[in-house]
């Protein structure tokens, strides 16, 4: 059974107790998809592998942001990923940690940016077709 399906969904970004996660997974969905003659699509999806850092522990501790406090502020209309992680220990159990957001209800950008400092590896790729 695929990591995803066994993992357990906590209300924080940690377990706190015995949980020792060493290994980070994540699925991206490639940029383009391949549309079909009957009119479906097909997405190149690749599961990808990296070793768990110390900055992506710790901002996944951090809490939601505060909304601004200056009038007027607004999200902006740029539609990014969905950003769903596995967190990984030696005995291949699996917990998907909650996403520290901003006030729009996106990743915290310093969550993305210690995301995408980590070395990443192919551990598989999938082909998904939509109809």
Do not use: K
């Not at 906590?10 to 996660?21: E, I, N, T």
């Not at 768990?52 to 942001?65: F, G, M």
């Not at 502020?73 to 030696?90: E, F, G, K, N, Q």
């Not at 006030?103 to 082909?127: D, I, K, L, N």
């Amino acid at each position: 059974m695929p990591p995803f399906e066994q993992a357990e969904v906590y209300a924080g970004s940690l377990p706190q107790v015995g949980f020792r996660p060493t290994d980070v997974v994540r699925c991206v969905v490639a940029d383009s998809a391949t549309q079909r003659d009957d009119g479906s699509m097909i997405y190149r999806i690749s599961q990808e592998t990296g070793t768990l850092t110390t900055e992506l522990v710790q901002r996944l501790r951090w809490p939601d942001s505060a909304p601004p406090t200056r009038p007027n502020a607004a999200c902006d209309a740029s539609a990014r990923p969905i950003l769903y992680l596995l967190l990984v220990d030696t005995t291949g159990r699996g917990y998907r940690p909650r996403i520290p957001l901003d006030w729009c209800g996106e990743p915290r950008p310093e969550v993305t940016q210690a995301v995408q400092a980590v070395e990443w590896r192919t551990t598989g790729t999938y082909e998904v077709t939509r109809s």
